[in-house]
């Protein structure tokens, strides 16, 4: 079960939003370029966010490059997951590998502040400042076994192969 606050943005989120290019040369500080997660967005962000909480987006969320950095500095900035009602394809996989939960799932009735708790297993998100329940897609099997063992190379350290039975 994961609890926190949700942070709320809206469509079209980039990879230069969350990662900015302009911080470049951060790439090989992740810890420092991770205290500039999603600035572009909102300046204000690492200021407000506390380990364990939620970003929200809405459509295409994680668009633009490939790089791994973006999901990568998110975790590192200690959000519990990331909830939207659509991903870029290659944010959405590159996530699970680097460890970070990402839901589709309708944020329409999530706004910023809101107490979310999260269940993987079940596919629900509780709105605990609104008393609503969101139900989602439970993540396949697969895919949560690589996310509770912290990624696919923590995965790949653990058993040593594709293991996901």
């Not at 699970?96 to 309708?106: E, F, S, T, Y």
């Not at 999530?110 to 993987?120: F, H, P, S, T, W």
């Not at 139900?135 to 509770?148: G, H, R, S, T, W």
Request: proline fraction near 4%; glycine fraction near 10%.
């Amino acid at each position: 079960m994961l609890k926190g606050k949700a942070h709320k943005f809206g469509d079209n989120i980039s990879t230069d939003h969350i990662a900015p290019g302009r911080l470049f040369h951060l790439r090989t500080n992740l810890p420092e370029l991770a205290k500039h997660v999603l600035e572009d967005a909102d300046p204000d962000f690492v200021k407000k966010m506390k380990t364990g909480d939620f970003v929200v987006g809405g459509k295409n969320f994680g668009l633009g490059s490939s790089r791994e950095h973006a999901p990568t500095i998110i975790k590192l900035a200690g959000v519990n997951a990331v909830l939207a009602k659509s991903f870029a394809r290659i944010f959405f996989r590159n996530a699970i590998n680097v460890g970070l939960p990402v839901l589709v799932c309708d944020t329409d009735k999530i706004d910023a502040g809101d107490e979310l708790e999260v269940d993987l297993s079940s596919g629900t998100v509780k709105n605990l400042t609104k008393n609503i329940t969101i139900n989602f897609n439970p993540l396949p099997d697969a895919m949560v076994k690589i996310l509770n063992d912290g990624g696919l190379v923590e995965h790949f350290k653990k058993h040593g192969d594709f293991d996901l039975g």
